[in-house]
């Protein structure tokens, strides 16, 4: 498009001179800053938070059970969360308020079932196991060609030596726990990109987390009932803080820059991660055999940071196409 600049010594056709001035192409504004902090940085610093948050809170097992312990940060996570985005719930679009109560509802089972899964379960195993699910999205989430499954099936091999399923001895409660987190994880990667997506800042969390603690308090406050100490209190909201809250609002912000399927397979670090917090606070010493494991799960999250980015949204004339918003997806 062309703007047409006119000569004010005179009239068009007597003398006068028409020039046109183009104007700065369109397209290169469309390339977004470069972050401070890579989207990579911020996945794994949510896994780690998640696996220390989760290591320090089998001290309350024995207090208010597993359910209970998830129940109570779920709540002391709502109160923070609401308190920081303050959400209006008349100034938000319905499909988002949707998407963020499903969210929520996901983000119960799936907290639920993996706090069950490490009472029952060495951390790094559960977490092995859980990864399914982000695998699965990995794998199912517009891969294209034989190259685009290597990553995944990199983790994939790595996953079975590090949990050694053919060695037995798994407990098998904690085992369909574990099961039951990777299919609430999977759900939970694609949910919280749509909900990232749809409301800004940390808003989708704001309205998901309540509605977290209102599905948990189903299993988690017979549980913990007749033990609601205020030194209990305490301690779940401190460790509210390392999980959910930090690492599900870096996982967010992660996801707004990351397609599915890479953030999918990044998350193939958790195990090695969970692994390393057990050595170094429960004391859970990995062999030979789980070392290799480890090894290739980062080497497959290695592989997916470097074919993942994914562009952010661009407010682009409504003439605009569309392709140019969505080709990073």
């Known amino acids: 498009?062309?703007?047409?600049?006119?000569?004010?010594?005179?009239?068009?056709?007597?003398?006068?001179?028409?020039?046109t001035t183009a104007l700065p192409p369109v397209l290169p504004a469309l390339s977004p800053a470069r972050p401070a902090v890579p989207a990579a940085a911020l996945a794994v610093t949510a896994m780690l938070s998640v696996q220390v948050g989760a290591a320090l809170s089998l001290g309350?097992?024995?207090?208010?059970?597993?359910?209970?312990?998830?129940?109570?940060?779920?709540?002391?996570?709502?109160?923070?969360?609401?308190?920081?985005?303050?959400?209006?719930?008349?100034?938000?679009?319905?499909?988002?308020?949707?998407?963020a109560a499903l969210l929520g509802v996901i983000t119960a089972a799936m907290t639920l079932a993996y706090f069950e899964a490490i009472a029952r379960l060495p951390l790094g195993t559960a977490v092995a196991v859980e990864f399914l699910g982000p695998l699965s999205v990995a794998v199912l989430t517009r891969a294209r060609g034989a190259a685009a499954l290597l990553w995944p099936?990199?983790?994939?091999?790595?996953?079975?030596?590090?949990?050694?399923?053919?060695?037995?001895?798994?407990?098998?409660?904690?085992?369909?726990?574990?099961?039951?987190?990777?299919?609430?994880?999977?759900?939970?990667?694609?949910?919280?990109?749509?909900?990232?997506?749809?409301?800004?800042?940390?808003?989708?969390?704001?309205?998901?987390?309540p509605v977290a603690a209102a599905c948990a308090a189903v299993v988690g406050a017979p549980q913990a009932a007749g033990s609601l100490t205020p030194m209990v209190l305490a301690q779940a909201a401190g460790l509210a803080l390392l999980l959910p809250v930090l690492p599900y609002a870096l996982e967010m912000a992660a996801l707004r820059r990351l397609t599915t399927a890479a953030f999918g397979t990044l998350t193939a670090l958790e195990p090695a991660v969970g692994v390393l917090v057990g050595?170094?606070?429960l004391g859970q010493v990995p062999h030979a055999a789980q070392a290799a494991g480890v090894a290739l799960v980062m080497a497959a999250?290695?592989?997916?940071?470097?074919?993942?980015?994914?562009?952010?949204?661009?407010?682009?004339?409504?003439?605009?196409?569309?392709?140019?918003?969505?080709?990073?997806?």
Do not use: K, N
């Not at 068009?12 to 001179?17: T, W």
């Not at 790595?158 to 409660?173: F, I, R, S, Y």
């Not at 949204?313 to 080709?327: G, Q, Y």
């Open 1 to 19: 498009m062309q703007e047409r600049a006119l000569d004010r010594d005179g009239p068009v056709g007597s003398g006068s001179r028409v020039t």
């Open 60 to 99: 309350l097992f024995g207090t208010v059970g597993p359910s209970g312990t998830a129940w109570l940060r779920l709540c002391a996570a709502s109160v923070v969360l609401v308190a920081v985005a303050r959400p209006r719930l008349s100034a938000l679009p319905r499909h988002a308020l949707r998407s």
């Open 153 to 209: 099936a990199l983790a994939l091999v790595g996953v079975l030596v590090l949990t050694e399923p053919w060695a037995g001895g798994t407990d098998p409660v904690g085992l369909g726990f574990a099961l039951l987190a990777a299919c609430g994880w999977a759900a939970y990667i694609l949910l919280t990109q749509r909900v990232g997506d749809a409301l800004p800042g940390v808003t989708g969390l704001a309205l998901s987390m």
């Open 279 to 281: 050595l170094v606070l």
């Open 301 to 329: 999250g290695l592989g997916a940071q470097r074919t993942g980015t994914r562009l952010p949204a661009v407010d682009l004339p409504a003439a605009a196409p569309r392709e140019l918003v969505t080709a990073g997806r």
